[in-house]
């Protein structure tokens, strides 16, 4: 059989993911033409099919030897280094490929992915910006760099990146929930709340959606479905900013006691919570005056004695 022929059937059974047989193809054409560059790339490609990964870097590097200006094979050569935990030869490798081209996908993508992986997330947002710049449709990249974003309190870079992941696909998880929190960290309550309203929809028993989702309804004004949420996160256990979520509903319906109470839970598990004695400081003033809270402040001073926020809040409040 010629080499056309069988690399017509290699690159068919590649394409259906039976690497083996694709493998087996290639093999024949590099005894027929050991420097073959399509067979050397299509066999090093069904050996990272066949998670053969040692057999992959050497065919890879066969074909360098004869291309060694394609950045589209050192970018596979850095992913297969960075699938053995070689991660300095894999950043290396990306490097080579980016200096040939500096817009090579794979390598944005997978330099970016390795630095995310390892917690350089500026690195990673810096490459996975200019991959979406040539390719606006990679939904997961564009959900996790407005996550990067969300991340940072750049709120408006994140809502851009969710939008674009929500007209692709309109009920992601991911991009729904990063577009509410986004829109909330911007303050724009009402405009969140379809969102959050879709993903309740979707997830209703997500503790992190609703105490965030409550917080959003409560700043747009309704109470009542902000105290829904908080008390269907209590359902599932403590959690301090459900606690306090639902405090503040309670303050606002100026039911001051009930409130204390639930700061009082927080403050059980952690006596030296400064914020939470604050809370309860100013609770206080709301419902029972200026000198019960100075009362119970100042006897904080044995549990919490040094703290700033704690004397400021004594000298405010001296009766």
């Not at 998670?51 to 050569?77: C, F, G, P, V």
Request: hydrophobic share 40%; proline share 3%.
């Amino acid at each position: 059989m010629n080499v056309p022929a069988l690399m017509k059937l290699g690159d068919s059974s590649r394409r259906a993911k039976d690497y083996r047989k694709a493998l087996d193809h290639y093999l024949q054409v590099l005894t027929i033409d050991p420097s073959n560059g399509a067979a050397l790339l299509a066999g090093g490609d069904s050996y990272r099919g066949l998670k053969d990964y040692s057999a992959a870097l050497n065919m890879l590097n066969r074909y360098l030897e004869i291309h060694s200006q394609d950045a589209s094979t050192l970018a596979r050569i850095a992913d297969v280094h960075r699938k053995l935990g070689q991660w300095e030869k894999a950043v290396e490798q990306y490097e080579k490929s980016l200096a040939i081209e500096p817009d090579q996908r794979y390598a944005l993508m997978g330099l970016g992915d390795l630095y995310f992986k390892k917690q350089k997330f500026s690195e990673a947002l810096v490459l996975w910006e200019k991959l979406l710049d040539l390719d606006p449709t990679l939904l997961r990249i564009l959900t996790m760099v407005g996550h990067l974003h969300r991340k940072r309190h750049d709120f408006e870079k994140a809502v851009y990146r969710f939008s674009q992941a929500l007209q692709l696909d309109p009920q992601n998880p991911y991009a729904l929930f990063g577009m509410a929190d986004a829109l909330r960290g911007l303050g724009e309550f009402e405009r969140a709340v379809p969102y959050w309203n879709l993903i309740l929809s979707l997830d209703p028993r997500n503790k992190q959606v609703l105490v965030r989702a409550g917080d959003c309804f409560l700043r747009s004004g309704d109470r009542a479905r902000a105290e829904d949420l908080f008390l269907q996160t209590l359902e599932e256990g403590y959690d301090k900013p459900a606690l306090f979520g639902l405090a503040k509903v309670y303050r606002q319906r100026s039911e001051g006691i009930q409130a204390i109470s639930l700061y009082e839970r927080v403050l059980a598990r952690n006596p030296e919570d400064v914020r939470t004695i604050l809370l309860i400081g100013e609770t206080l003033a709301e419902t029972k005056g200026v000198k019960a809270a100075h009362g119970f402040l100042r006897s904080m001073r044995s549990i919490v004695s040094n703290s700033k926020e704690l004397d400021l809040a004594l000298a405010r409040l001296t009766p």
